[in-house]
């Protein structure tokens, strides 16, 4: 991949912090910065929201890329990520800007297509992150192995209760490419690996730390014996984790999570949650911003830009290989 996608500068998107925000919210295209005299490549990136620590990552990791490589990015997403709405007048409102790339991590992998048509008819490239959608137009994404990285999770549920029992999943969407892939990359492995292990449910709760909270407490109370839950990205873990908090069942539930940010490692510190996955979101960011000058230049993308995943727990929380990619 870094041979396709050419060599990473010293500034690489996975050792981010302390970089200056390129980032201008003034609403300039960058054609029309250009027509100022400007040169710089505007290159605007909708991601599903804000609300999450992991985004503000992401954002870190684009600003790192856009000061490295010159150009200037906008970083945005609705309030929520159920808002599809939302983001798709925000897409559309960045299209009219005429930008000279693009970068979406799509809430809703098939609401955004039409928009990206048009993108693809104006030629504007248009890299996905975090999220891929279900279209050809993109002409890469930048992203964890979604589906590989929650079978590491089942693997990790299984081991801690004992390869048998009833669990449930906590799922931010069931629209979004992650979502998807997560559900789909833990229920089959453990299916195909751990015949004496039964899921019993699975919800969604968009993301959301009240929703998942109660539809976290409503499955425990619905299966008394449940032996674990699975939360699929940060707002959905810290759910689970306050349910089995709320109802008392602290060392009796085990806790699967996705994701770093500082509720989820204290929750690992404490031994509320058993562990989680992390992705490397200023990575995603980097790259995001990197393949799209790359594009804008001609120069050869890889499609599928894998920008890895790790375990961690209380055990190695603090290595030096995972410190990186927690993020406060």
């Given at each position: 991949m870094l041979s396709a996608c050419g060599e990473v500068g010293k500034n690489n998107g996975t050792n981010g912090g302390g970089a200056k925000s390129t980032s201008n919210n003034s609403g300039t295209s960058g054609s029309e910065n250009k027509g100022k005299g400007q040169e710089k490549l505007y290159i605007p990136l909708i991601s599903k929201g804000f609300q999450h620590q992991f985004w503000q990552a992401v954002k870190q990791g684009a600003e790192k890329a856009a000061e490295e490589y010159d150009v200037q990015i906008t970083f945005e997403g609705p309030e929520t990520e159920s808002q599809v709405d939302k983001q798709i007048e925000m897409l559309q409102a960045a299209l009219d800007k005429k930008p000279d790339a693009l970068g979406l991590a799509a809430l809703d992998s098939q609401a955004a297509v039409q928009l990206l048509e048009k993108a693809k008819a104006a030629g504007i490239p248009v890299i996905g992150f975090d999220s891929g959608v279900d279209s050809d137009i993109p002409i890469?994404?930048?992203?964890?192995?979604?589906?590989?990285?929650?079978?590491?999770?089942?693997?990790?549920?299984?081991?801690?209760?004992?390869?048998?029992?009833?669990?449930?999943?906590?799922?931010?969407?069931?629209?979004?490419?992650?979502?998807?892939?997560?559900?789909?990359?833990?229920?089959?492995?453990?299916?195909?690996?751990?015949p004496d292990i039964q899921i019993v449910d699975v919800q969604y709760g968009g993301g959301d730390q009240l929703k998942s909270t109660d539809l976290a407490k409503a499955v425990m109370q619905a299966h008394p014996d449940l032996k674990g839950i699975f939360g699929s990205n940060e707002g959905s873990a810290i759910g689970v984790v306050n349910a089995v908090n709320e109802l008392g069942k602290i060392g009796k539930?085990?806790?699967?999570?996705?994701?770093?940010?500082?509720?989820?490692?204290?929750?690992?510190?404490?031994?509320?949650?058993?562990?989680?996955?992390?992705?490397?979101?200023?990575?995603?960011?980097?790259?995001?911003?990197?393949?799209?000058?790359?594009?804008?230049?001609?120069?050869?993308?890889?499609?599928?830009?894998d920008t890895g995943f790790h375990w961690y727990d209380q055990s190695n929380i603090d290595a030096e290989d995972i410190k990186p990619l927690l993020y406060e």
């Open positions: 890469a994404t930048a992203a964890t192995d979604n589906k590989a990285a929650a079978a590491l999770a089942a693997d990790k549920m299984a081991e801690y209760i004992g390869g048998e029992g009833e669990i449930a999943l906590i799922v931010h969407d069931q629209t979004s490419r992650t979502g998807v892939d997560r559900r789909d990359g833990f229920m089959e492995q453990i299916k195909e690996k751990y539930v085990t806790i699967i999570g996705f994701d770093s940010g500082k509720l989820q490692t204290d929750a690992i510190r404490h031994g509320t949650m058993a562990g989680a996955v992390t992705q490397d979101p200023i990575g995603i960011g980097y790259w995001t911003v990197k393949a799209a000058v790359m594009a804008v230049r001609g120069e050869a993308v890889e499609q599928s830009i």
